[in-house]
């Protein structure tokens, strides 16, 4: 197959790839903040409000992130 001109493949964002996931809709699904560490030191306030596990990324970044993950990891 010479002279055949193949596209390269796009390469994922790796941060982008372990932060952020899409939906079947493409909705772009994130998970939320402060819920990892220290959690003796906040408030039972503070950690019920982290408590979604999946939350929806802003609109304004959607199409910034899709470009990160180009095959939807």
């Known amino acids: 197959m010479k002279g ?10 790796k941060a982008a790839k372990k932060r952020y996931s899409l939906t079947a809709t493409g909705k772009v ?10 959690l003796a030191n906040k408030t039972r306030r503070q950690k019920k409000s982290g408590k979604v596990q999946n939350a929806y990324a802003d609109k304004t ?13």
């Open 4 to 13: 055949v001109m193949i596209m390269p493949k796009l390469k994922t964002n």
């Open 29 to 38: 699904k994130r998970t939320k903040s402060n819920r990892r560490h220290l």
């Open 61 to 73: 970044c959607q199409n910034t992130i899709k470009k990160l993950l180009p095959y939807g990891n």
